[in-house]
């Protein structure tokens, strides 16, 4: 409660800016998960790795947009090339000058997108991958992992009921079953029992938003093995992973799905998504063919992504710069756990490379089921500490690192993690 009112004392403006909000949206906001008690802050401004409120104060930016902020803020690359294709016009209503090459450099990156389409979000891009795997094989159902986030119509939380699929009454009503990442048993046990009415499984080789819970490669391999063997189709969701290595996940592992779902960063900071994978099922999107699936939407070759996530993925991210920004990552995680260790407080810091959850829990966390007995408390107070202490990331403990933090940065949040921890030791 101290930490809460100190919190509304210091931050006027944004509670003002929240009441506003709330005239015009449901809690004022159009995005959920930006939301937590008592208001959010209202962000007016970023630059390189620091945010601004609407009070004035500074922060480090460690939230990265839920990791669409790779590049952190007013990248003068991306901003350039944004500028060029802006002045030269938006919506142009024709194949652009920069598509064709943003798709080059997709599919030259990631080993197993042979040919790729774009979309507006990483959303429309996992229905997309999720419905050509029901298309191609002609079957229904569809395995997804408990606690799974593949876009605002495919949320899979913990079950609400024993045996409920967890799923969210606004999800696409496909036929969906639960897999537990990393329960290789169990997991097999769903597939057996659905066999060979599965059109794909779905899995991100490090769950994200599910708590930044990396899959064993091992889990990932059998669920390679068992979708070869009975003609499904093997989904790697990289809306989030294909940071954490030059090729993504899938290069790094050398696990190839059939399909792969982009997003978030690849758009160079602008509205993004994209699936691909295997020559022989994206052909299927070829307009020349009479069976030609549908794929179309007006915003998906638009001209600011296209230019800017090229330049992000050719000149600004390149795979020198990811494996740096993926081992501070790393470093980081390690000195946060080592603080957590010697307070001996209750807090694991999970994930890989640049993508960081916080779960103050006492044992190992593995898997989904790990954390839900975590303490939404705890989190709170880290929370509110972490921005007193001028660090902003995510309530629901999560942060993705982007290009212009430090390792003096990372410095400066091991000693408020510190400081928090040793509160409570
Ligand atoms: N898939 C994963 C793994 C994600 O993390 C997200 C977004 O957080 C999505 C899909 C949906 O992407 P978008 O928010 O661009 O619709």
């Not at 449901?26 to 008690?37: K, S």
């Not at 046990?189 to 059109?199: I, K, N, P, T």
């Not at 330049?311 to 995680?333: M, S």
């Not at 709170?380 to 940065?409: F, K, P, S, W």
């Amino acid at each position: 409660a101290e930490a809460e009112s100190r919190f509304i004392d210091g931050n006027a403006a944004s509670l003002a800016a929240f009441t506003h909000a709330c005239e015009g949206m449901p809690g004022g906001t159009t995005r959920n998960v930006l939301y937590y008690p008592p208001f959010p802050l209202n962000i007016v401004r970023g630059e390189g790795a620091r945010v601004w409120d609407a009070d004035g104060h500074a922060y480090t930016d460690w939230l990265g947009d839920m990791s669409a902020g790779l590049f952190g803020h007013s990248n003068p690359e991306i901003r350039a090339a944004a500028e060029e294709a802006l002045a030269a016009g938006l919506t142009l209503g024709g194949p652009n000058r920069y598509e064709a090459a943003l798709a080059e450099a997709v599919c030259s990156r990631f080993p197993a997108i042979e040919l790729v389409r774009f979309t507006n979000s990483g959303s429309e891009g996992s229905y997309m991958a999720i419905a050509t795997a029901r298309a191609v094989t002609g079957r229904p159902k569809v395995m997804v992992m408990e606690s799974a986030y593949h876009g605002g119509h495919f949320t899979f939380g913990r079950p609400a009921a024993p045996g409920g699929d967890g799923g969210s009454p606004l999800n696409v009503p496909f036929e969906f079953v639960l897999g537990q990442l990393n329960d290789w048993p169990a997991t097999e046990a769903v597939l057996a029992a659905h066999g060979d009415s599965l059109a794909a499984v779905v899995v991100e080789p490090v769950m994200g938003a599910g708590g930044c819970l990396p899959a064993d490669p091992d889990f990932l391999q059998a669920l390679r093995d068992w979708t070869t063997a009975h003609g499904s189709l093997l989904v790697f969701d990289e809306v989030m992973t294909s940071r954490l290595a030059p090729g993504g996940m899938q290069g790094k592992l050398g696990i190839h799905p059939d399909l792969t779902v982009l997003g978030k960063w690849i758009g160079g900071g602008f509205s993004f998504g994209g699936f691909g994978g295997r020559a022989d099922i994206m052909a299927r999107f070829d307009p020349r063919r009479p069976d030609a699936l549908s794929a179309s939407g007006t915003f998906n070759n638009n001209v600011m992504t296209m230019a800017a996530g090229l330049a992000g993925l050719t000149r600004v991210y390149t795979p020198d710069r990811a494996i740096e920004v993926n081992a501070r990552g790393d470093r980081l995680r390690d000195a946060l756990n080592a603080e957590a260790a010697a307070a001996e407080v209750p807090f694991r810091f999970t994930g890989a490379g640049s993508l960081i959850g916080i779960h103050p829990v006492a044992g190992e966390v593995r898997s989904p089921r790990d954390t839900y007995g975590r303490s939404d408390q705890a989190l709170a107070l880290y929370h509110l500490a972490m921005l007193e202490a001028g660090h902003y990331l995510a309530r629901r403990g999560y942060m993705a690192l982007n290009i212009e933090l430090t390792d003096e940065d990372c410095a400066a949040l091991t000693a408020a993690t510190r400081a928090f921890l040793d509160r409570f030791a």
